[in-house]
């Protein structure tokens, strides 16, 4: 008995994450490496000019560069988990490292718009899909109780680099063209390769173990290897399904004050600095709230589905409050309303990834982040067009910001529809739940053992 206890203790343990240690070095990696994925992607918008004048294409032609870049993220978010789960995370994200540092310096050697598509859009794009996810996945992997401070943490970067990275480019542009500053900027890029290195590697999951061990020369076993590394079969769990909805949802709305509250400002009667000093301050408390959500909820007063929900209403609530604090003309209120939204906006992203594991458990989790990702970057795309079309519409922009808010708060409804999310303590996660029933499996097995005749030393006796 007392050699089997420290197998099962050891398991509980790598299903949990050891809580720290190497994890905080990966916290710092994860630190770098959003902020020269997400970083980068907020601040190409300084190449926007130099590219309508050097092609002397129209402003929508440019446009789709980034676009193609955040969708090829999003889109190649699964394939990364998979290679995850197939092989090695740390050879994963170096890879993505080395392709998104390659697609800016290809960039700069752009002739037209379809090489910029292909190399900014499409291999950088490409890189930045193999890097976070895995990053993600691997922090989370490391803590338990410390998971959301750390992963807030770590996200915190995307805000800062912004506010770096925009006076920055501006700088490599005006001193070395925009061909030398993309060339420079892919170099750049490459530091994401160290950060990969850090990853230590860990256990296989236990559904990829299983499937290489069994005969890959039927097409019917090679698509259920694909699928088990897709973790596919979360499709048809409705936990899993509920929350992708509820995420979903959220993003059709959460990034419309990003593209529209400087616009809508300018046309209420602030001038350009006003403005922009607005979505400053949002940004800045988005980084406050980060951090501040993260060490709030592993203090463990409260469920992780639970703060999510409070925050994301609240988020949806202040949406729907920016346009009307501006109706009167006072600044003042629009700041404060500004404050308070970047403030739970910035809360909540530190909680979405962070109720994975409570959902589908710690060995499923590289899988279900890609997938989240996948599924979420529609609505992503949508919710923008849409609200650009209900100002095109209405002539101002309070629809669609009531609109926006309106989705998070149906997205908080969504979540209330989650199996036992009304129970005070979080249900077992698939993972420690099967980890508990082999426990009790094994204990009544050695107490069956324990109770039967002992044939071995009576024959010794005799």
């Not at 209900?390 to 149906?410: E, P, Q, R």
């Amino acid at each position: 008995m007392t050699k089997l206890e420290p197998k099962a203790e050891s398991q509980r343990d790598e299903a949990e994450g050891p809580d720290g240690g190497w994890g905080w070095v990966l916290v710092g990696a994860l630190f770098v490496s959003t902020s020269l994925v997400f970083g980068l992607m907020r601040s190409l918008g300084i190449f926007f000019v130099e590219f309508v004048q050097y092609f002397e294409e129209s402003a929508q032609a440019i446009s789709w560069i980034s676009s193609t870049g955040l969708a090829a993220q999003q889109f190649f978010s699964p394939l990364g988990a998979a290679l995850c789960n197939a092989y090695d995370a740390r050879v994963v994200v170096m890879t993505g490292g080395c392709l998104a540092g390659l697609g800016l310096i290809l960039a700069s050697q752009a002739t037209c718009l379809a090489h910029l598509y292909l190399t900014m859009g499409l291999i950088s794009g490409f890189g930045w899909g193999l890097v976070f996810t895995p990053m993600v996945a691997t922090v989370m992997a490391h803590f338990t109780r410390r998971r959301a401070l750390a992963l807030g943490l770590g996200f915190s970067s995307i805000g800062l680099s912004s506010f770096a990275f925009n006076p920055l480019f501006q700088l490599l542009v005006e001193m070395y063209a925009w061909r030398g500053a993309l060339l420079i900027l892919g170099g750049l890029s490459l530091n994401i390769v160290p950060c990969g290195a850090l990853i230590r590697q860990r256990r296989r999951p236990k559904v990829a173990a299983k499937v290489d061990s069994e005969s890959r020369s039927s097409c019917a076993a090679a698509l259920h290897r694909v699928s088990s590394y897709l973790e596919l079969s979360l499709l048809l769990e409705r936990p899993y399904v509920t929350y992708t909805l509820a995420i979903t949802l959220l993003n059709v709305g959460y990034f419309v004050p990003y593209f529209h509250l400087v616009a809508h400002s300018r046309q209420v009667g602030f001038s350009e600095y006003q403005a922009a000093f607005v979505m400053s301050a949002a940004g800045a408390a988005d980084i406050f709230g980060r951090v501040v959500s993260g060490w709030f909820s592993d203090l463990g007063h409260f469920r992780l589905i639970h703060l999510m929900s409070v925050w994301t209403a609240l988020a949806g609530v202040f949406i729907m409050l920016l346009p009307v604090s501006s109706l009167s003309g006072s600044y003042s209120a629009l700041m404060a309303i500004s404050l308070l939204y970047g403030l739970c906006s910035g809360a909540l992203t530190s909680l979405v990834f962070a109720v994975i594991p409570m959902i589908v458990g710690v060995g499923r989790m590289m899988g279900a982040l890609g997938l989240l990702q996948l599924i979420e970057s529609s609505a992503g795309l949508l919710g923008t067009p849409l609200s650009g079309w209900l100002k095109d519409v209405t002539g101002s922009y309070v629809a669609s910001f009531v609109v926006a808010g309106s989705f998070a708060i149906l997205s908080t409804l969504t979540m209330a529809s989650l199996p036992h999310f009304f129970s005070r303590t979080d249900p077992l996660a698939p993972d420690r739940r099967s980890l508990d029933d082999k426990d009790k499996g094994l204990q009544s097995e050695l107490e069956q053992m324990n109770s039967l005749p002992s044939y071995t030393n009576q024959s010794g006796a005799e």
